[in-house]
């Protein structure tokens, strides 16, 4: 992998002061890569895209923007789709939303090694992400301006890297072989115990039942909740019927509804647990 430096960090030793907290989350995430590069993948893995690295730009603009506080809540996908965060560096990032209601930019670069089939473009991908544009789009109607939802949630991926075949096909955590697989949620479990750490939250949403699961392992004995939205995929067919009524319903259910608006506190149902 080829790593762009804009907002690699020093190490702590070097550093004359405490970093913020977008300054700590980019540091994460600067260990996230280092561990992820000593993965043997096996043959089976052809390309990895880590737009943590070469689209660092954008990336670091969206944790600086509005992952520089405390917050409440973490929504936690699985990992980049090759048409989302693989282009932009924005967890869900449907290009269009990134550019024009998150309003985050910068250059993208490229991966080391990159498929022909799946060309990094950047924010000008004239494609849209189906489960990006759902995403954003339906926080962009509840809260009508982006500091409303960051003001008490963030975004992050479990894993923030894709995989592919040679083929181009993405291959997702969980279809891994065993001992890779293992591998792989070990370095993702510890980069999401640090981010649930230095953001403080006292929930964590998994976006599917996968991200949902690995919260689960990986914050085990944390005082931290953890509950599940349905991923608005459109490979999901139960997500392709009024996905936003679900997830009305769902973030009702959670108790966390009216916090992402703004308006209360967080309150436990008869549905959470404690982790």
Not at 70 to 88: D, H, T, V, W
Not at 148 to 170: E, L, Q, R, W
Not at 211 to 224: S, Y
Request: glycine share 10%; net charge positive.
């Amino acid at each position: 992998m080829t790593t762009t430096n804009n907002d690699a960090l020093p190490p702590s030793s070097k550093r004359a002061k405490p970093l913020n907290i977008s300054e700590q989350l980019l540091e994460i995430e600067y260990r996230f890569c280092e561990e992820l590069r000593k993965i043997n993948f096996g043959s089976s893995v052809a390309y990895v895209y880590n737009p943590l690295e070469y689209a660092s730009e954008p990336h670091g603009d969206f944790v600086h923007k509005y992952g520089n506080g405390k917050k409440k809540i973490l929504f936690l996908g699985m990992n980049p789709g090759p048409f989302g965060m693989a282009q932009n560096g924005v967890p869900f990032g449907d290009p269009t939303l990134v550019r024009e209601w998150l309003k985050v930019s910068g250059k993208v670069g490229k991966p080391a090694k990159e498929h022909p089939k799946r060309p990094i473009v950047g924010l000008q991908l004239a494609k849209s992400e189906v489960s990006g544009s759902r995403f954003w789009g339906f926080f962009q109607t509840l809260c009508g301006h982006p500091d409303t939802f960051f003001a008490n949630c963030f975004v992050s991926n479990y894993c923030p890297a894709c995989f592919m075949t040679h083929t181009g096909k993405n291959i997702t955590p969980p279809t891994f072989k065993v001992d890779v697989r293992g591998k792989l949620e070990g370095v993702c479990d510890a980069f999401l115990r640090e981010v649930v750490q230095a953001l403080g939250v006292e929930w964590v949403i998994g976006v599917g039942q996968y991200a949902e699961a690995r919260a689960r392992v990986a914050l085990n004995g944390d005082k931290v909740k953890v509950g599940v939205v349905m991923h608005p995929s459109p490979i999901n067919p139960a997500a392709n019927k009024e996905w936003p009524k679900v997830m009305t319903s769902q973030l009702t259910e959670l108790g966390v509804l009216e916090v992402i608006r703004g308006h209360s506190e967080p309150h436990s149902t008869s549905e959470d647990h404690d982790i």
